[in-house]
């Protein structure tokens, strides 16, 4: 029988991670808003450069606070890597975005986690346990039911047929992310993944900008410094979260991010919501409760 103290001790090891990640999620529903608003501006292209700029600016202090942390050739490798994939998958996404509201377009990519269980095993390892898979077919039916809601709200034109598109491919690549993001997690610390993959980024759009750059005004540099801001609060806790839980237990959790997408798409683009969304978070709320469980083996 296994001691109480201990059973505290491993809740307390798996909650901590999770309320990371739920935190990063937040913050990066939020950042969506943001540069989705700096986007229908400035294009995807400029606004994606001008808040990666900004948040290597942002970063680069807390950078040498931690005395300046340098990764090996190898590990810096990844840094690009998975730089190049958060690249397409947010070109792709904010391209989608911009063309249909911001709970639609999360609705749509939250089939990710589903492949990021896989992309798990084959990358990382990882044994795919039973509760892990009903957590994650619970958030996808959630997801079904707000589509469902949302996508017989009205019809939709090419326009929107091609943000949808762009939204179902950036969710192949986000789930990729997703399990890279826990190997990286694994060979770095939160501080230097940050500064790398704004930085890495910032360089591969500016390899591109003379194709699509705008001249920015006041009022989308400050989404844009906003956007860099939640971005880096972002990467810190979900580097952090990586680092100590397994990709399968805290991927369900990304389906929380529905819910601060569709607060804000309310509170900024007048976006509303309606009984599916009720009913989906309800469905997404029990999904993630059965993901993070912790079993008696975890303790």
Not at 59 to 86: D, E, I, M, Y
């Amino acid at each position: 029988m296994p001691h109480p103290l201990a059973s505290s001790s491993g809740r307390a090891a798996t909650l901590l991670p999770v309320l990371a990640v739920v935190a990063g999620i937040a913050a990066f529903s939020v950042m969506d808003a943001t540069m989705k608003a700096a986007s229908l501006t400035l294009g995807v292209g400029t606004a994606l450069l001008l808040r990666n700029v900004f948040g290597t600016l942002l970063t680069v202090p807390l950078w040498l606070a931690k005395g300046r942390p340098t990764p090996s050739r190898n590990v810096a490798l990844f840094h690009f890597q998975r730089s190049c994939v958060t690249s397409v998958m947010a070109a792709l996404f904010f391209y989608g975005l911009v063309r249909i509201p911001m709970a639609e377009g999360m609705a749509i990519s939250f089939f990710a986690p589903i492949i990021a269980l896989y992309f798990a095993a084959l990358l990382l390892g990882e044994t795919i346990r039973p509760r892990a898979i009903v957590a994650a077919v619970l958030g996808l039916v959630g997801m079904v039911v707000i589509g469902a809601d949302r996508f017989g709200a009205g019809e939709y034109g090419v326009e929107a047929i091609k943000g949808t598109l762009a939204i179902v491919l950036s969710a192949v690549f986000y789930a990729l992310n997703l399990v890279m993001q826990r190997k990286q997690a694994l060979l770095a610390g939160p501080v230097e993944i940050a500064l790398f993959q704004n930085l890495n980024v910032a360089l591969l759009f500016a390899l591109f900008a003379p194709f699509y750059w705008t001249a920015p005004d006041a009022v989308s540099v400050t989404w844009t410094v906003l956007g860099a801001a939640l971005a880096t609060i972002a990467l810190l806790f979900l580097s952090w979260g990586y680092a100590r839980a397994e990709a399968q237990v805290l991927v369900p959790v990304e389906y929380t991010g529905f819910l601060w997408a569709a607060l804000m798409g309310w509170l900024v683009f007048g976006e509303s919501l309606g009984i599916g969304v009720v009913a989906g978070a309800a469905l997404i709320v029990v999904g993630c409760y059965i993901g993070t469980r912790p079993t008696q083996n975890d303790t």
